[in-house]
């Protein structure tokens, strides 16, 4: 019985939120996980929701100009494409059941308690690309409102500095980092379970997943159970978001591939409203 709990939370955990990316609500073009269906949304009105280019270079340095209509090359789109619906799948058939089963059976704050508390988890992450990107006055607020949300906030259950001091945090992560020393989105990736991405921002991946402090929690089965918990709540916040953006989508694959890369341009150019969090903007 242990076993088969713990392959469970295996599986839950490796459906990320980026798999089910796809808020077309997002004037950014914000990727976000797809969860609360109209029912859901009407009783709790708290929870939210070109053509192929290559570069010369794939790390070629961003121009301004393709922040509006961005421009990737995207040589292995076959692949790519069986990839997308491999993780359609996965949504559809396993993470969305499970979002709307719990949360409809765990209240708002207590779900927004524990989106709040790994928000505060990941506090190394973007604090240490603050500093990687030389944003001395934005890591200074990271840590103030980490110690604030540790201490006052219950141990980052209740976003305390937020609410009560006024202090915003910026999505930071190494992908970002890199695009800021003029390393451009390289050509674009649809992982497996992990969804949208470039080969910039998968490099970027790996970095971050050396200072994520879930990494190291010990046993292996917490860690990979907290995994699932942050995943599965997440996506609570957002049913139905990702099956509106399949219907509005001419090709859901192409509008997804734009919108991803849109806004990690619009994130390297610390672009206005492109830089709030995503838990902020719940």
């Known amino acids: ?8 939370i295996l599986i839950l955990t490796l459906i990320s939120g980026p ?7 997002d004037q950014t073009g914000q990727m976000v996980f797809s969860g609360a269906d109209q029912e859901a949304g009407a009783a709790d009105q708290i929870d939210t929701a070109q053509d192929d280019g290559f570069e010369a270079d794939i790390f070629q340095e961003d121009q301004a100009e393709q922040s509006t209509h961005a421009m990737v090359a995207d040589p292995l789109e076959g692949f790519n494409r069986a990839v997308f619906v491999f993780n359609d799948k996965i949504y559809m058939y396993g993470l969305r059941p499970i979002a709307k089963g719990y949360a409809r059976v765990v209240p708002t704050f ?3 308690g524990v989106k709040n508390f790994f928000n505060n988890l990941f506090f190394p992450i973007r604090f240490v690309n603050d500093l990687l990107q030389a944003k001395g006055e934005a890591a200074g607020m990271e840590f103030s409102a980490f110690f604030i949300n540790t201490t006052l ?3 980052g259950l209740n976003d ?3 609410k009560y001091v006024g202090i915003r945090l910026q999505d930071e ?6 695009g800021s020393y ?3 989105n390289g050509f674009y990736l649809m992982l497996p379970v992990l969804g949208p991405s470039s080969l910039r921002d998968a490099v970027g991946r790996a970095g971050d997943s050396l200072i994520n402090p879930v990494n190291y929690v010990q046993p292996w089965e917490l860690c990979w159970g907290g995994r699932g918990l942050e995943t599965v709540n997440g996506a609570s916040f957002h049913i139905g978001e990702y099956e509106a953006f399949k219907k509005a989508s001419i090709d ?9 890369i849109q806004n990690r341009n619009a994130l390297v150019k610390d672009l206005t409203g492109a830089q709030t969090l995503k838990n902020n903007k719940e």
């Open 110 to 112: 207590a779900r927004r």
């Open 19 to 25: 798999v089910v990316a796809g808020n077309i609500a």
């Open 1 to 8: 019985m242990k076993s088969y709990w713990v392959l469970s």
């Open 160 to 162: 305390f500095a937020q």
């Open 173 to 178: 992560d190494f992908g970002q980092t890199l």
């Open 252 to 260: 859901p694959y192409t509008a997804m591939r734009n919108a991803y």
């Open 153 to 155: 906030g219950f141990g």
């Open 182 to 184: 003029g390393i451009g």
